[in-house]
């Protein structure tokens, strides 16, 4: 049974910073690509940032400059470092993670349950 469970603080002031975490759990032969997604009321859930095993990134425009994702591959944790957070910036965040359970199976798609993230004053 694999996990992803979600961590971090959920208020922020605009202009202030917070770093999300997400932990995979449970039985893990390989775990590949790793995404923060978010979505905000009325909006459709949407990538935010992403992570190879290799490190190799990819963000949303909107976060660009702003935002880090990383991950500790001993730790089969990925970080999400949140700067200059803006009031747009307001959304359930996402753990997403592709990872093959067992050698002699498919790499499936998980989700996290989310976390809930405000940037208000």
């Known amino acids: 049974q694999v996990q992803l469970v979600e961590s971090g603080v959920g208020l922020v002031q605009p202009g202030g910073s917070l770093r999300l975490s997400c932990a995979a759990s449970g039985s893990i032969f390989r775990l590949n690509v790793m995404s923060w997604y978010r979505q905000a009321p009325t909006k459709e859930r949407a990538l935010v940032a992403s992570i190879t095993s290799g490190g190799s990134t990819n963000y949303a425009d909107s976060v660009k400059g702003r935002f880090t994702i990383s991950r500790d591959n001993a730790k089969n944790t990925v970080y999400l470092q949140m700067n200059s957070v803006k009031p747009e910036d307001t959304a359930v965040y996402y753990c997403?993670?592709?990872?093959?359970?067992?050698?002699?199976?498919?790499?499936?798609?998980?989700w996290g349950r989310g976390t809930q993230v405000t940037c208000s004053s």
């Open positions: 997403n993670a592709e990872i093959q359970p067992w050698s002699w199976t498919r790499v499936s798609v998980y």
